[in-house]
């Protein structure tokens, strides 16, 4: 059979659409620079947030500080910058919730009295643990005032002839191994989903246009008196989609790739898992998906009788693929063989590992690749049926 | 030559067309008269096998569509009820684009449409995006690229809808030189002044069947009266229902 309509349809749609300035913006500009760009500021953050929060003193309000004289020097002596204020419980809430003063410690009446008594003596901190960037310096000063306690129980035990050792049986030794490079992982994770993301939005408007725009112009009903079997048609459309998000995903990979080198990895031990090798295996990776995205939304646009309609469905059927990835993020899955029957979910396993500079099995990417490649052939038959339907024109 | 053959077809519950059959000749214009909704559009469909036909048959140049759909799309030329043209080609574009579909070779569809722009006068546009195109050009445009393949017989569904008095004129000129050519050429219509100053045979078509087929003065003559219009309207009246 002859696939002269094939490569026919597949030129004009590439060429027509490269003069539609709404499909170039989508496929070559919002999605390969929108992406790269927010991930590497984000990173940019991240990084220097976490550089600038273990180095730089911490700030704590206490109120009625002249209670407690002993414990602030003792807080002041280990990097906290006491700030004294007058709040009583009402204010102390209020401030915290305006975010005026973050982190607020409050001294009781009867601290000193309790203190001496031997009785417990309270303090209260206030803060607001929705916000996780305050929780690191509440933990801190947390841990500062319990020293201070067991400090001062040790002294105690001293005074009654106690050996203060043997009160203290069990001591934890906390290592906290998060690296300014492992929160990293996390937005890594999320320019996979973007990378996909993006690559689906590169053929979206080539799909609707040379489908439900089509049949909207007028022009299919011409292009079916054509002597060209009618699902030779829909192949070259979506051979022509895919190329769109083909070159949307080498866009995309590359400008993460330049993007993320910007942002100082190499520091952190990231620079290996983002040059050219690892961006060509991540291309290698999802170029399977090309044919599967294409054939899924021309098929989805082809039931839309209008381009506005197609653009409804379509904005809410190319989130569908990617569901996947939000249970994996959610479910902290990891490569593995069963999961690579899964498109789109395959790939983010796979580019995750890659990001990471692990290991990638062999069997995991042919089967990642064939299964893939299985569902958008099928996909694409299936939309060559629907082609050949009489309904077709409305 | 066109010949339907007892043309039927249906849309659910909907009976559009129920036994139509006539004949178009070479060298001739005929004319397929009737009302919105009689049952041109799905008529015109089943010849160019858009649209298969539920019981009935018809022949391009003596070959069945039903059993070599791609022989009658080869020897048809064809525009549809308000041919979309691509905005983000070209007028030459859009043209070649068509030979191709029809397997012209690269040199011979671009001979064909320089061809083709000298004969419909379309050299002001040819080479311009078809975005902001006048309906007249636009309708040129489709034309060239219905006949960019040189086909024998022409189909034109409802072609003058929407055009001004000048692109009618031009269109009704290019018609008779297709007709002068020896083409075979069948174009449905409402409007029955355009069916009187072109057509050679007229089809009238009611409720989906034939009511009257033949020379103008032929139907003029049966219905007893002068003006197509009155002919046209005791026509359909009389025999809307039953068949011919």
């Known amino acids: 059979m002859s696939l002269r309509g094939i490569w026919a ?3 004009k749609e590439f060429r027509e659409n490269l003069r539609d300035r709404r499909t170039l913006l989508s496929a070559l500009v919002f999605g390969p620079l929108m992406g790269p760009i927010l991930v590497a500021a984000l990173m940019q953050f991240n990084i220097s947030h976490a550089e600038t929060q273990y180095d730089e003193n911490l700030n704590l309000s206490v109120t009625h500080a002249e209670r407690a004289p002993n414990l602030l020097a003792y807080l002041t002596a280990r990097g906290i910058d006491v700030e004294k204020v007058e709040f009583d419980e009402a204010q102390a809430r209020a401030a915290v919730a305006k975010q005026t003063h973050k982190i607020i410690l409050e001294i ?3 601290f000193g009295a309790r203190l001496q008594d031997g009785q417990p003596a309270p303090v209260i901190l206030y803060s607001d643990s929705s916000r996780p960037f305050e929780q690191r310096g509440v933990a801190r000063v947390r841990a500062l005032i319990s020293n201070y306690g067991i400090e001062i129980a040790q002294l105690r035990f001293l005074a009654r002839g106690i050996d203060p050792i043997s009160v203290l049986p069990i001591s934890v030794q906390q290592i906290d191994v998060s690296t300014p490079s492992g929160r990293s992982v996390l937005l890594l994770n999320m320019m996979t989903y973007l990378v996909l993301l993006s690559m689906l939005f590169g053929g979206l408007y080539l799909a609707i246009d040379a489908t439900a725009g089509e049949r909207e112009r007028g022009s299919l009903e011409m292009l079916l008196t054509a002597p060209v079997p009618r699902e030779h048609l829909i192949y070259g459309k979506i051979a022509a989609t895919a190329a769109y998000m083909f070159i949307s995903l080498i866009l995309t990979v590359t400008m993460f790739s330049v993007a993320i080198s910007f942002v100082g990895l190499e520091k952190l031990g990231f620079a290996a898992n983002l040059g050219p090798r690892a961006a060509l295996t991540m291309m290698a990776c999802c170029t399977p998906l090309v044919l599967f995205g294409a054939a899924y939304l021309s098929i989805v646009s082809g039931f839309a009788k209008s381009y506005r309609e197609a653009q409804t469905y379509l904005g809410l059927v190319i989130t569908i693929p990617t569901l996947p990835l939000m249970f994996a993020g959610l479910l902290g899955l990891q490569a593995k063989t069963s999961l690579m029957f ?3 979910l395959s790939q983010h396993l796979l580019l995750t590992t890659v990001v990471r500079a692990e290991q990638i099995q062999p069997l995991h990417i042919g089967i990642s690749v064939g299964s893939t490649l299985i569902y958008g052939c099928v996909l694409t038959w299936v939309a ?6 009489e309904g077709l024109l409305g | 030559m066109l010949e339907a053959r007892s043309l039927s077809k249906s849309f659910g519950t909907v009976t559009a067309v129920r036994g139509v059959s006539f004949i178009a000749r070479d060298g001739q214009i005929t004319g397929l008269l009737g009302a919105n909704g009689a049952g041109k559009s799905t008529t015109l469909r089943m010849l160019y096998t858009v649209l298969k036909p539920d019981a009935g048959d018809a022949l391009i140049d003596g070959r069945s569509v039903l059993e070599d759909p791609t022989h009658a799309r080869r020897s048809l030329g064809v525009l ?16 070649t684009y068509f030979g191709e579909l029809h397997g012209l070779s690269r040199a ?5 449409a320089a061809e083709l722009i000298e ?3 379309m050299q002001p546009f040819a080479d311009r995006l078809a975005k902001g195109f006048s309906q007249g050009q636009k309708l040129k445009t489709a034309l060239a690229r219905a006949l960019v393949h040189r086909p024998k017989n022409l189909l034109l569904d409802e072609p003058t809808n929407g055009l001004d008095v000048m692109a009618v004129r031009g269109l009704r000129k290019i018609l008779g030189q297709l007709r002068e050519a020896g083409h075979c050429v ?3 219509s409402h409007v029955m002044q355009e069916v009187e100053q072109l057509c050679d045979e007229v089809v009238v078509i009611a409720g989906g069947q034939v009511v009257a087929a033949g020379a103008l003065a032929d139907i003029r003559t049966r219905a007893g009266n002068l003006q197509l219009e009155d002919a046209f309207v005791s026509l359909t009246d009389e025999n809307g229902g039953d068949a011919t």
């Open chain 1, 9 to 11: 349809v597949f030129r």
């Open chain 1, 342 to 344: 899964v498109p789109f």
């Open chain 2, 80 to 95: 549809t009820h308000g041919a979309g043209i691509y905005n983000h080609l070209t007028a030459r574009e859009n043209i």
């Open chain 2, 108 to 112: 011979d569809r671009e001979a064909r």
């Open chain 2, 186 to 188: 069948l174009f449905s």
């Open chain 1, 384 to 389: 060559g049926r629907l082609y050949r339907r």
């Open chain 2, 119 to 121: 004969q419909l006068e």
């Open chain 1, 108 to 110: 009781p009446e009867d």
